[in-house]
């Protein structure tokens, strides 16, 4: 990493589980790092414990984190930006960034979904907001924000656009534990993180009701050929698909119960209301919004996706999780390619 990577302040915008375990790694790294939040009172706690006491309780602040409420003020000082929020959240967030950027301003976003509404990739809300005069680029794989943070082996992709930007981020999250791999291919990377929350509550449901590991795998594979049937049709490339964005992230959260998706698909499996789980859950869960949106991409598209459609009847139609897997068993036989 060269003296500028070093110097130069990034500030990330989001205090919860992601944003903070991505503030402790480039802060961990030796570099100036500024990690904001709206809510004042908020950040006055994680500045005095030195600690995000709700989500990563066992995990200090490296000295170089410093912690704000003001954007006007970091943002003055900062080139580089990383936004993690959640997707409901984030044109809001761009938002507060636009009057502030300036020529030299780089932005790099590690939320994961479509627009809420819209089901519009990130990219291109992006590109609404801010122009596409800055250099952009989306970080993105299986990543649980707990194990980030304890400094736990772990791969992202960091994709951009521009090669150059795209370098410099991989050279700012490098450490002996954490290794970035760069792509070209920003849509895959986004159309991977989506899907991936969708298929991860369908993992969870069909573990709940008891049905074992050969479905679970079943599932993750069939689910695999949606995520790259969708990102096929909106240019993606299938080897990203098939990478750390794609099917790494998917493997990931359907199968471990740090996955807040699997664990509300458990959650429905077992009985529980989708409003009581997310209550019990207490933290964006990506995949609930991810369905509704995905499904309205893939109509558009006139792509298959039944996995996706049957996780959206249980979330949003009212469907029973057990009825849901017998419509997908119950499917016509096809071809498997």
């Known amino acids: 990493m060269n003296a500028e990577t070093k110097a130069s302040p990034i500030v990330v915008l989001g205090a919860g589980s992601w944003g903070t375990a991505l503030a402790i790694l480039l802060a961990r790294n030796g570099q100036p790092v500024w990690m904001w939040g709206r809510d004042a009172r908020h950040v006055a706690e994680l500045s005095a414990a030195r600690r995000n006491a709700r989500f990563l309780p066992d995990v200090p602040f490296p000295d170089s984190l410093s912690l704000t409420s003001d954007l006007p003020q970091v943002l003055a000082v900062a080139r580089d930006i990383l936004i993690a929020v959640p997707s409901a959240g984030f044109r809001a967030t761009l938002g507060l960034v636009a009057p502030h950027v300036g020529s030299d301003t780089r932005l790099v976003w590690a939320t994961k979904g479509l627009e809420p509404g819209t089901g519009r990739l990130l990219h291109e809300i992006v590109a609404e ?65 989506a899907v991936k929350n969708v298929l991860a509550i369908a993992a969870g449901i069909a573990d709940g009701l008891g049905f074992g590991a050969n479905t679970r795998a079943a599932l993750i594979t069939r689910g695999l050929a949606e995520m790259m049937r969708m990102g096929g049709a909106l240019g993606a490339q299938r080897e990203t698909l098939m990478g750390l964005a794609g099917l790494g992230d998917l493997v990931l959260t359907c199968t471990d119960n740090q996955s807040r998706n699997r664990r509300l698909g458990l959650a429905l499996a077992q009985g529980q209301t989708l409003n009581d789980a997310l209550a019990v859950i207490g933290q964006a869960v990506e995949g609930v919004q991810s369905a509704r949106e995905v499904l309205h991409v893939a109509q558009a598209l006139n792509i298959e996706m039944p996995i996706t459609e049957q996780v959206y009847q249980v979330l949003h139609a009212g469907r029973k999780p057990r009825d849901a897997v017998t419509a997908l068993l119950n499917r016509d036989q096809k071809a498997e390619l």
């Open 129 to 193: 907001v801010l122009g596409g005069a800055i250099p952009t680029a989306v970080i993105s794989g299986p990543t649980f924000a707990h194990e980030v943070a304890k400094g736990l082996p772990t791969a992202v992709t960091v994709a951009s656009t521009s090669e150059g930007f795209a370098a410099h981020l991989a050279a700012r999250l490098h450490s002996s534990t954490f290794r970035a791999y760069t792509s070209a291919d920003v849509t895959g990377v986004e159309v991977g993180g």
